[in-house]
Protein backbone atom coordinates (compact mmCIF):
# COMPACT_ATOMS: atom_id res chain seq x y z
CA UNK A 1 0.00 0.00 0.00
CA UNK A 2 1.27 3.14 -1.10
CA UNK A 3 -0.42 5.57 1.80
CA UNK A 4 -3.09 8.19 1.02
CA UNK A 5 -3.66 8.88 -2.53
CA UNK A 6 -5.59 12.16 -3.62
CA UNK A 7 -5.99 13.27 -7.37
CA UNK A 8 -5.82 16.15 -9.18
CA UNK A 9 -2.95 17.50 -7.34
CA UNK A 10 -3.60 21.18 -8.43
CA UNK A 11 -7.16 22.45 -9.80
CA UNK A 12 -7.87 25.73 -10.98
CA UNK A 13 -11.48 26.87 -11.90
CA UNK A 14 -13.81 29.35 -12.72
CA UNK A 15 -16.25 31.04 -9.79
CA UNK A 16 -19.43 29.86 -9.87
CA UNK A 17 -18.07 25.85 -11.45
CA UNK A 18 -18.58 22.77 -10.13
CA UNK A 19 -15.66 20.47 -8.87
CA UNK A 20 -14.90 16.96 -7.48
CA UNK A 21 -11.88 15.60 -5.59
CA UNK A 22 -11.16 12.03 -4.64
CA UNK A 23 -9.23 10.26 -1.75
CA UNK A 24 -7.84 6.81 -1.58
CA UNK A 25 -7.10 5.94 1.51
CA UNK A 26 -4.92 3.14 2.96
CA UNK A 27 -7.13 0.10 2.51
CA UNK A 28 -7.44 -1.16 5.70
CA UNK A 29 -8.31 2.10 7.23
CA UNK A 30 -11.84 2.28 8.48
CA UNK A 31 -11.81 6.15 8.90
CA UNK A 32 -11.71 8.75 6.49
CA UNK A 33 -11.32 12.19 7.19
CA UNK A 34 -11.53 15.40 4.84
CA UNK A 35 -10.08 18.60 6.26
CA UNK A 36 -9.24 22.18 4.53
CA UNK A 37 -6.18 24.12 5.13
CA UNK A 38 -5.77 28.11 4.17
CA UNK A 39 -2.67 29.76 3.84
CA UNK A 40 -1.16 30.05 7.56
CA UNK A 41 -3.62 28.28 9.19
CA UNK A 42 -3.56 24.51 10.41
CA UNK A 43 -6.23 22.18 8.50
CA UNK A 44 -9.80 22.32 10.07
CA UNK A 45 -12.78 19.92 10.03
CA UNK A 46 -14.76 19.45 7.53
CA UNK A 47 -16.56 15.82 7.57
CA UNK A 48 -15.66 11.62 8.53
CA UNK A 49 -16.48 8.60 7.42
CA UNK A 50 -16.62 5.42 9.46
CA UNK A 51 -16.87 2.90 6.27
CA UNK A 52 -19.18 4.65 4.38
CA UNK A 53 -21.20 6.21 6.69
CA UNK A 54 -20.94 9.70 6.90
CA UNK A 55 -20.99 10.20 10.90
CA UNK A 56 -20.32 14.25 10.95
CA UNK A 57 -19.84 16.97 9.20
CA UNK A 58 -18.23 20.58 10.14
CA UNK A 59 -20.50 23.88 10.32
CA UNK A 60 -17.94 24.72 7.58
CA UNK A 61 -19.32 22.68 5.44
CA UNK A 62 -22.27 24.86 3.52
CA UNK A 63 -24.93 22.67 1.63
CA UNK A 64 -22.68 23.69 -1.54
CA UNK A 65 -20.24 20.74 -0.30
CA UNK A 66 -21.10 17.13 -0.31
CA UNK A 67 -19.18 14.17 0.69
CA UNK A 68 -19.39 10.30 -0.04
CA UNK A 69 -17.69 7.11 0.41
CA UNK A 70 -20.35 5.03 -1.50
CA UNK A 71 -18.19 1.27 -0.88
CA UNK A 72 -16.11 2.38 2.49
CA UNK A 73 -13.35 2.75 0.19
CA UNK A 74 -12.44 5.87 -2.22
CA UNK A 75 -14.66 9.22 -0.82
CA UNK A 76 -14.99 12.01 -3.28
CA UNK A 77 -15.79 15.89 -1.97
CA UNK A 78 -17.59 17.77 -4.57
CA UNK A 79 -17.92 21.15 -4.15
CA UNK A 80 -20.89 22.96 -6.17
CA UNK A 81 -21.07 27.02 -7.49
CA UNK A 82 -17.03 27.55 -6.34
CA UNK A 83 -16.71 30.52 -4.28
CA UNK A 84 -13.21 32.68 -4.30
CA UNK A 85 -13.52 31.98 -0.69
CA UNK A 86 -13.36 27.76 -1.34
CA UNK A 87 -9.87 28.42 -2.47
CA UNK A 88 -7.58 26.21 -0.16
CA UNK A 89 -5.92 23.04 0.31
CA UNK A 90 -8.09 19.84 0.50
CA UNK A 91 -6.23 17.25 2.38
CA UNK A 92 -7.37 14.14 3.28
CA UNK A 93 -6.35 11.67 6.02
CA UNK A 94 -7.24 7.66 6.89
CA UNK A 95 -6.30 5.83 10.27
CA UNK A 96 -7.48 2.95 12.14
CA UNK A 97 -10.71 2.61 14.41
CA UNK A 98 -8.59 2.94 17.82
CA UNK A 99 -5.23 1.06 18.62
CA UNK A 100 -0.94 1.64 19.26
CA UNK A 101 -1.33 2.95 15.53
CA UNK A 102 -3.72 5.10 16.07
CA UNK A 103 -2.91 8.48 14.35
CA UNK A 104 -4.00 10.18 10.57
CA UNK A 105 -1.89 9.45 7.69
CA UNK A 106 -2.37 12.07 5.43
CA UNK A 107 -2.80 12.24 1.51
CA UNK A 108 -0.40 15.34 -0.17
CA UNK A 109 -3.15 17.62 -0.52
CA UNK A 110 -5.47 18.82 -3.79
CA UNK A 111 -5.19 22.49 -4.23
CA UNK A 112 -7.74 24.41 -5.45
CA UNK A 113 -7.78 28.09 -6.60
CA UNK A 114 -10.79 29.84 -7.85
CA UNK A 115 -10.41 32.32 -10.30
CA UNK B 1 -14.83 20.52 22.57
CA UNK B 2 -11.08 20.94 22.36
CA UNK B 3 -9.12 23.47 21.17
CA UNK B 4 -4.55 23.93 21.01
CA UNK B 5 -2.71 27.07 21.07
CA UNK B 6 0.17 26.83 19.46
CA UNK B 7 2.24 29.85 21.19
CA UNK B 8 4.65 30.69 18.49
CA UNK B 9 3.96 31.41 14.78
CA UNK B 10 7.72 31.49 13.63
CA UNK B 11 10.61 29.89 15.49
CA UNK B 12 13.83 31.13 13.79
CA UNK B 13 16.88 29.11 15.33
CA UNK B 14 20.48 28.39 14.37
CA UNK B 15 21.71 25.04 12.89
CA UNK B 16 22.53 22.28 15.92
CA UNK B 17 20.82 24.41 18.16
CA UNK B 18 18.17 23.20 20.52
CA UNK B 19 14.55 23.52 20.08
CA UNK B 20 11.63 24.20 21.58
CA UNK B 21 8.18 24.94 19.76
CA UNK B 22 5.35 25.57 22.97
CA UNK B 23 1.62 23.58 22.54
CA UNK B 24 -1.11 24.10 25.47
CA UNK B 25 -4.34 22.71 25.05
CA UNK B 26 -8.28 22.55 26.77
CA UNK B 27 -10.52 20.07 26.85
CA UNK B 28 -13.16 18.89 29.14
CA UNK B 29 -12.38 15.00 28.40
CA UNK B 30 -9.47 12.98 27.98
CA UNK B 31 -7.38 13.34 24.97
CA UNK B 32 -4.69 11.99 22.76
CA UNK B 33 -2.17 14.37 21.46
CA UNK B 34 -0.07 14.57 18.63
CA UNK B 35 2.34 16.73 16.46
CA UNK B 36 2.60 16.44 12.93
CA UNK B 37 5.11 18.32 10.27
CA UNK B 38 4.45 19.94 7.13
CA UNK B 39 6.90 20.28 4.58
CA UNK B 40 5.95 22.73 1.58
CA UNK B 41 3.03 21.56 -0.82
CA UNK B 42 2.80 18.58 0.73
CA UNK B 43 0.40 16.66 3.22
CA UNK B 44 1.45 16.38 7.17
CA UNK B 45 3.62 13.41 8.49
CA UNK B 46 3.36 12.30 11.86
CA UNK B 47 5.98 13.15 14.18
CA UNK B 48 4.77 11.64 16.95
CA UNK B 49 1.69 10.87 19.60
CA UNK B 50 0.55 10.82 22.94
CA UNK B 51 -1.79 7.87 23.80
CA UNK B 52 -1.40 6.50 26.78
CA UNK B 53 1.54 5.58 29.63
CA UNK B 54 4.94 7.63 29.09
CA UNK B 55 4.39 11.67 29.54
CA UNK B 56 7.81 11.62 27.80
CA UNK B 57 7.20 10.40 23.77
CA UNK B 58 10.21 10.31 20.97
CA UNK B 59 9.13 10.38 17.36
CA UNK B 60 11.03 10.23 14.19
CA UNK B 61 14.04 12.89 13.31
CA UNK B 62 14.83 12.98 16.65
CA UNK B 63 12.19 14.70 17.90
CA UNK B 64 10.73 14.18 21.69
CA UNK B 65 7.49 15.86 22.91
CA UNK B 66 6.15 16.00 27.17
CA UNK B 67 2.63 15.51 28.12
CA UNK B 68 2.22 17.65 31.09
CA UNK B 69 -1.60 17.01 31.95
CA UNK B 70 -1.40 19.51 34.86
CA UNK B 71 -0.35 22.52 32.72
CA UNK B 72 -2.20 20.98 29.80
CA UNK B 73 0.43 20.76 27.81
CA UNK B 74 2.85 18.76 24.82
CA UNK B 75 5.87 20.57 23.69
CA UNK B 76 8.38 19.39 20.80
CA UNK B 77 11.89 19.30 21.11
CA UNK B 78 14.70 18.62 20.00
CA UNK B 79 18.07 19.10 20.97
CA UNK B 80 20.06 19.86 17.64
CA UNK B 81 18.32 20.62 14.32
CA UNK B 82 19.23 20.57 10.79
CA UNK B 83 18.59 22.81 8.01
CA UNK B 84 16.17 20.10 6.71
CA UNK B 85 14.07 20.22 9.89
CA UNK B 86 12.69 23.85 8.31
CA UNK B 87 8.96 23.00 8.26
CA UNK B 88 5.57 23.99 9.11
CA UNK B 89 4.81 22.25 12.73
CA UNK B 90 1.12 21.58 13.85
CA UNK B 91 0.06 20.70 17.18
CA UNK B 92 -2.88 18.41 17.16
CA UNK B 93 -4.94 16.86 19.99
CA UNK B 94 -8.20 14.11 19.59
CA UNK B 95 -10.30 13.09 21.96
CA UNK B 96 -10.40 9.43 22.97
CA UNK B 97 -14.24 8.50 22.39
CA UNK B 98 -16.83 9.04 19.61
CA UNK B 99 -15.36 10.56 16.43
CA UNK B 100 -11.50 10.64 17.37
CA UNK B 101 -11.46 13.96 15.03
CA UNK B 102 -8.61 15.87 15.73
CA UNK B 103 -8.11 19.42 16.05
CA UNK B 104 -5.06 21.03 14.96
CA UNK B 105 -3.07 24.46 15.91
CA UNK B 106 -2.49 26.99 13.81
CA UNK B 107 1.28 25.93 13.12
CA UNK B 108 4.74 27.21 14.16
CA UNK B 109 6.92 27.54 11.24
CA UNK B 110 10.40 26.54 12.11
CA UNK B 111 13.25 28.21 10.07
CA UNK B 112 16.55 26.42 10.70
CA UNK B 113 19.46 29.14 9.64
CA UNK B 114 23.12 27.95 8.64
Known amino acids: DTGVSQDPRHKITKRGQNVTFRCDPI?????LYWYRQTLGQGPEFLTYFQNEAQLEKSRLLSDRFSAERPKGSFSTLEIQRTEQGDSAMYLC?????????????FGSGTRLTVV | AQSVTQLDSQVPVFEEAPVELRCNYS??????LFWYVQYPNQGLQLLLK??????LVKGINGFEAEFNKSQTSFHLRKPSVHISDTAEYFCAVSETTGGFKTIFGAGTRLFVKA
Open chain 2, 27 to 32: SSVSVY
Open chain 1, 27 to 31: SEHNR
Open chain 1, 93 to 105: ASSLLTGANYGYT
Open chain 2, 50 to 55: YLSGST
